[in-house]
């Protein structure tokens, strides 16, 4: 069993930075793969990036050169840097870990307006 736990989330403006952080209620080992998706209002959830235990990333066209997705093992915490913010990354973002079985967090509102 893993909880997972969001933070970071909140009110920036058009071309500002966050940094979402997940952080494991456990050791990572054993996960194969973690990832951030959001949920715009009326909107389906969406793959925003994910990455391997491997190291491999994978990301939404939407946000390729403006988010980097990371994982500090030793912290047992993905993180999700966020740069050129535009109104459209408004959404719910939600981390989510693959092992035998898939782990959602609560999630954490971002919101991008001036």
């Known amino acids: 069993q893993v909880q997972l736990v969001e933070s970071g989330g909140g009110l920036a403006q058009p071309g500002g930075s966050l940094r979402l952080s997940c952080a494991a209620s456990?050791?990572?080992?054993?996960?194969?793969?973690m990832g951030w998706y959001r949920q715009a209002a009326g909107k389906q959830r969406e793959l925003v990036a994910s990455?391997?235990?491997?190291?491999?990333?994978n990301y939404a066209d939407s946000v390729k050169g403006r988010f980097t997705i990371s994982i500090d093992n030793t912290k047992s915490t993905m993180y999700l840097q966020m740069t050129s913010l535009k109104p459209e990354d408004t959404a719910v973002y939600y981390c989510?870990?693959?092992?035998?079985?898939?782990?959602w967090g609560q999630g954490t509102q971002v919101t991008v307006s001036s």
């Open positions: 989510r870990a693959q092992s035998l079985r898939i782990y």
């Open positions: 456990r050791s990572i080992f054993g996960i194969s793969t």
């Open positions: 990455i391997t235990s491997g190291g491999s990333s």
